[in-house]
């Protein structure tokens, strides 16, 4: 038995179930018994018929009281009914056309179905159920578990294929947590626990198997954060910055006043970089809320003290747009800020390197082309972040590595509740602006179904005629770029051409060079484009205070969290701002989301409302780097795991920093293949 072996060897795993397989992002034995049930549905205490209820799933057991009846209703509708009867009365059962079951009952036997019921007073239904004869337990008589699926593959067949799986394990797995742990924490064997996790006896069993493999997963990803940073932060001693270069020089100057939050937290960065330790702070603060001149502040005093700063941004939009916000602050301070970007030319690029490492810049603006080796400064005093979770904890060390034990600013507009925030950024201390400018209007947001698209329209027209630029967002339809990038492209193609043939209307999507997106955007930027038609590529921080009005195509499709970046974009002007956004179905979870965005402005309590409808999983998703997903945990629910574990963990690293202990051999072994590579914190 090997868990790297490929699933195609599993039993009753074919050449298309492996292609479906694969699509769940099953490639290997291992996989397969790990992917874990989403649900399960209690198939094994029967019901008494008087005693259903209508719309609910329930199991029955009775007597066939009559030769099945079909009804042919249509050409291609024939429907099968069935009476059977318990001590308590008659229930009708139905299919649609499958006439094999006609063979499969006799009168007078006694059959279990397991289905939805419905109701009308003394009239009981069961529609399409799964049934099994006699004391057969195929579909009934248990606890099945329900995966997350999607077409072409059914429950019934993974359910199989699992089973096959784990007779192939045959309780063979080897233990992942330590006995000591197991003893203390009450857990189950590794063993067991697989078998209940996707077979339990009980719903104790289930809730008990989930339990220790949430613990084991929650466990290995704070032992690996907490051996980061160990390994980062082990030299405790930096810069003491000098306490004559006075942040409120500044403040003083600023055309506007800064908020209190604000304030409050330039104090906080002010003391971290007066004081000889460094500093390791996040800044988290929502859209809008004027994080920029902060860093700006902060780097005014590094440069004062007598030191570089190094500011890195995700995207070159964002770069230049830095450039310019930190000119025009600090120029007047003769501090000399420079952009670095892959675009920039080889002799500019040569002539900045020189310059950085003779001192002459001070302020070292740019992107991911900062981290490369040739990158030599001075004397790195600071380095700032920002959109945190586009960067790693790597990262962030390679970059402080060009200083000595430089301060480290992490800024990001990611709105991640505090209580989670404090857990996952252990090693940051966390900083938070609360508060918006004074004066900003409030976005107005509205929720409408796509069927409202020509209202929406006009009303588009209705700004731009005023003068303002409109953003239109697609989703990401798939994984797949190529099909992504064309529905974006389609979309604008037809807007060009029809509805808004007499504006000027561009898109841009992820699969274009960095080079073709920068100059859409700066065109966006100089006014020279009314409509950008895009992918979420604009979701960091672009700054384009004309912009009045975004649409949002399939909104159900986004996360809250991300929706409220993508609002972010607008609202940055003078001008009353909208949000439209469009959603297509109308289950009561996509109309409730919906609501919170056309209610709420404020990031916090939108990204703790997202945590609570979809779970940890998709909140996080593959976007947000940073983060590792999770096979099973949800930071929602088992945050009261989480803190245990938390605290475990620093226990366990204040002992046996590196793991080397016997009686830690398996939590290395979880740290070093489960999270290793994985974690970018
Ligand atoms: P974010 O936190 O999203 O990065 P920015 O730093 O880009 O926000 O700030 C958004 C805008 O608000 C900028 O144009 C900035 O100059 C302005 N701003 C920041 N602080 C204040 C303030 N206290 N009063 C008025 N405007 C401010
Ligand atoms: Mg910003």
């Given amino acids: 038995m090997d868990l790297n072996n490929d699933v195609k060897y599993v039993k009753g795993v074919g050449p298309n179930r492996v292609v479906l397989l694969n699509k769940l992002g099953i490639y290997t034995l291992g996989d397969l018994i790990t992917y874990y049930p989403r649900d399960y549905e209690d198939r094994s205490k029967p019901k008494l018929i008087n005693e259903l209820v209508d719309g609910e799933e329930a199991l029955v057991r009775g007597f066939v009281t009559s030769k099945m009846l079909e009804l042919k209703v249509r050409k291609n509708l024939a429907i099968y009914k069935l009476i059977i009867r318990d001590e308590t009365g008659p229930c009708t059962i139905t299919w649609y056309n499958q006439p094999y079951l006609k063979k499969m009952f006799t009168v007078g036997n006694e059959y279990s179905f397991y289905g939805k019921v419905s109701r009308k007073g003394n009239r009981v239904e069961m529609n399409s159920p799964v049934y ?18 999607t077409f072409k593959l059914s429950q019934n067949t993974l359910r ?52 220790r493999f949430v613990f084991e ?20 001693v930096g810069i003491k910055f000098d306490e004559n270069a006075k942040m409120s020089d500044v403040i003083n100057d600023l055309p506007f006043r800064l908020t209190k939050a604000q304030l409050r937290v330039l104090e906080e960065i002010d003391n971290n970089m007066e004081s000889p330790k460094t500093m390791n702070r996040l800044l988290q603060g929502d859209v809008g809320s004027g994080k920029t001149i902060v860093s700006i502040i902060a780097a ?52 900045i390197l020189e310059e950085l490492q003779s001192g002459e810049i001070d302020i070292l603006i740019g992107t991911h082309a900062i981290l490369e080796d040739n990158v030599v400064f ?6 700032v972040t920002d959109e945190q979770h586009r960067f790693g904890v790597r990262q962030r060390s390679k970059i402080a590595a060009k200083g000595k034990n430089p301060d480290v600013l992490v800024m990001t507009a990611t709105p991640i509740p505090r209580t989670l925030a404090l857990i996952l950024y252990g090693d940051l201390d966390i900083s938070i602006i609360d508060e918006l400018p004074p004066n900003r209007k409030k976005i107005e947001t509205y929720a409408v179904r796509s069927s409202m698209t020509e209202r929406v329209n006009n009303f588009v027209r209705k700004l731009i005629l005023e003068g303002r630029q ?18 974006v492209i389609e979309l604008a193609e037809d807007y060009k051409n029809n509805v808004f043939k007499d504006f000027r209307v561009e898109y841009i999507h992820g699969k274009m060079r960095p080079k073709e997106k920068d100059e859409i955007m700066q065109k966006f930027k100089d006014g020279e484009i009314d409509i950008l038609i895009s992918t979420t590529v604009i979701e960091v921080g672009v700054n384009v205070p004309n912009s009045s009005i975004m649409v949002v195509e399939n909104a159900e499709r986004f996360g809250l969290a991300q929706l409220h970046q993508l609002r972010g974009r607008v609202g940055r002007g003078d001008y009353q701002s909208y949000c439209i956004l469009k959603y297509n179905g109308g289950s009561q979870v996509v109309r409730e989301r919906m609501k919170i965005m056309q209610d709420t402005n404020n990031g916090f309590i939108i990204a703790e409302k997202d945590l609570e409808l979809r779970g940890s999983g998709e909140f996080f998703g593959t976007r947000q780097h940073g983060i590792p997903e999770f096979k099973i945990a949800n930071l929602f ?33 979880i740290v070093d293949k489960k999270f290793g590579d994985r974690i970018e914190i």
């Fill in 160 to 211: 199989q294929i699992i089973e096959n799986g784990l007779k192939e394990v045959d309780n063979q797995l080897e233990e992942t947590i330590p006995e000591y742990l197991r003893k203390n924490y009450n857990l189950l064997n590794i063993n067991n626990a697989i078998r209940n996790i996707h077979f339990p006896q009980e719903f104790s069993d289930y809730k008990n198997a989930r339990t």
């Fill in 300 to 351: 005014y005093k590094a440069v004062k003290s007598g030191y570089q700063v190094a500011i890195m941004a995700p995207t070159a939009i964002l770069a230049s747009q830095h450039l310019e916000s930190f000119t025009e602050v600090l120029n007047k301070y003769g501090i000399k800020c420079k952009l670095l970007t892959s675009s920039v030319t080889k002799k500019n690029k040569d002539e």
């Fill in 470 to 487: 409109a953003y239109i967002v697609c989703p990401l339809v798939e994984e797949n770029e190529d099909i992504d990038a064309n529905s």
């Fill in 637 to 669: 629910e088992d945050m009261p795991i989480l803190q245990t574990v938390q605290a475990l963990a620093i226990r366990i690293i204040d002992e046996d920093p590196e793991l080397e202990q016997e009686k830690n051999k398996e939590l290395r072994k």
């Fill in 378 to 383: 001075k004397n790195l005093g600071l380095v």
């Fill in 217 to 236: 997963e929650l466990l290995g990803m704070q032992l690996a954060l907490l051996k980061l940073k160990n390994q980062y932060t082990s030299e405790k």
């Fill in 132 to 149: 099994d004869g006699g004391d057969s337990q195929k579909n009934t008589g248990k606890i099945v578990p329900i995966y997350p699926l």
